[in-house]
């Protein structure tokens, strides 16, 4: 048989504290979010950090952290839909890459081919595959050389 644990008042006061305290980290919360929306919202309107600081009673530098918290927000909500925008391309483009082969096994037309290099090439484009991208010429022990950078642009694989 299960016996209930008796509380005492110390075990109260935490449990009373406790969730006084969640209810001052959800009020905390909420300010934050309707000041950054403030903060946002004058931003918008060309104010300065030290105008906005003095219009809503803080700290230029809490200004600053709630300006750079709302630009991580957009940044992440623009990277995913940008994401999602590669994803479709990427499969539109492989369907079409797939139906400009099946055309070429079937004709043989060098046109059909072209054009699956084209979507081939385009895909590579899209994922930045065809970016340049920097070598630094080193000796045989590989160590640094005195000798300028090299630039070497990735291959479409096609």
């Known amino acids: 048989m299960c016996v209930p644990k008796k509380r005492t008042p110390a075990t109260k006061r935490r449990r009373l504290v406790g969730a006084a305290a969640a209810k001052v980290s959800t009020e905390a919360e909420e300010s934050r979010a309707e000041r950054r929306e403030q903060v946002a919202r004058l931003l918008a309107y060309h104010r300065t950090y030290r105008e906005i600081a003095a219009e809503l009673g803080c700290s230029i530098g809490t200004v600053h952290e709630d300006r750079e918290a709302i630009l991580a927000g957009y940044r992440e909500r623009y990277r995913e839909a940008g994401d999602q925008m590669v994803e479709q391309e990427t499969a539109s483009l492989d369907r079409m890459e797939r ?60």
Do not use: I, Q, Y
């Open 99 to 158: 139906e400009a082969l099946d055309a070429w096994r079937e004709s043989g037309d060098v046109r059909a081919l072209e054009a699956a290099l084209k979507c081939k090439a385009r895909k590579h484009a899209l994922r930045g595959l065809d970016r340049p991208f920097k070598l630094a010429s080193t000796d045989p022990e590989g160590n640094a050389s005195p000798f300028a950078v090299t630039v070497v642009t990735r291959g479409t694989g096609v």
